[in-house]
């Protein structure tokens, strides 16, 4: 089981919090490039999810300086990433890939974010592809109207377009960093999702408590997209988490406004998975959103307290939803 510990803050530290399973080929780049920062103040951690492939040995043996938390099993990205959390010291906590290498001046990047902004609980890093190091991954997540989860910027070059610091609607987790006292306040990644769209399902929470989210050019990530994670196993979560997340956190008066393109939009996913039956990751989709219908009753208890502690108008929320890409 995770064990919780108890820690103390430390002002002006920055924990990366490193969530990892069997992908030992990747830790070298990923923790090298952290050694190398500009930004002093830093922890790192890696929560290992019960690796059998060598990963803890090469921390332990080449990297003593990181904090290595054991974990008994597989307990998903968000399992490994809260196991982080709590082990973390940092009034600011980076939640970081292990299949990434950070620029120099990343951490440093991320704690002036926050610096400069009090109402700023999360800060979005500049994710862009490992082996195509002018194409965008992620400048930060959108959400639309019509309840569809997205990367801002995803698969465009990157001309300079997303070059200035703008608030987004949530911080891609593969990159993304949290003020230690939003964290407190609205709690830690929802264990049920596993994996999968975590990231915009604590974006809703923060949000709707007042915090917002910030992207930050000078935070700068390049990401081996899907290199440990993905395919069939990510078809299924995100047919279940999209699900999840409408459920616990897109408000009753926007249902009612847009309740029918959330509805015409789920539909859509639906057809072209049956349109694509015969392929295994349309039907993990498939499966995936029955499991999120099934699981409504479950989820729709989270709901009322989410729901019962937003602190933000429904024209605010409204204000930072993006029209459909399609």
Known sequence: MIQQSETRTQPGLLSVVIPHWNAVRFLPTCLDALAAQTYAPIEVIIADNNSTDGSKELVREQYPWVKLVELDKNYGFTGGCNAGIRAANGEYVALLNNDTEVDPGWAAAIVDAFAGHDDVGSVASKMMLFDQRDRIHATGDFYTIDGLPGNRGVWEVDQGQ???????FSACAGSSSYRRAM???????????FFSCEDVDLGWRAQCAGW??????????YHHLSASGGGVTASYYTGRNTIYVLVKNYPAELWGKYGAAVLRAQGQIVWEALRAWRGE?????????????????????????????RRVSIEYLESILSQPKR
């Open 212 to 221: 917002r989210c910030l992207y930050t050019p000078h935070a700068i990530v």
């Open 183 to 193: 964290l407190d306040q609205i709690g830690l990644l929802d264990d049920d999702f």
């Open 162 to 168: 997303y070059a200035q610091e703008d608030y987004v």
């Open 281 to 309: 990751a349309a039907r993990a989709r498939l499966r995936g959103v029955l499991a999120g219908i099934i699981d409504i009753p479950r989820m729709w208890k989270k709901r009322r307290a989410i729901q019962a502690a």
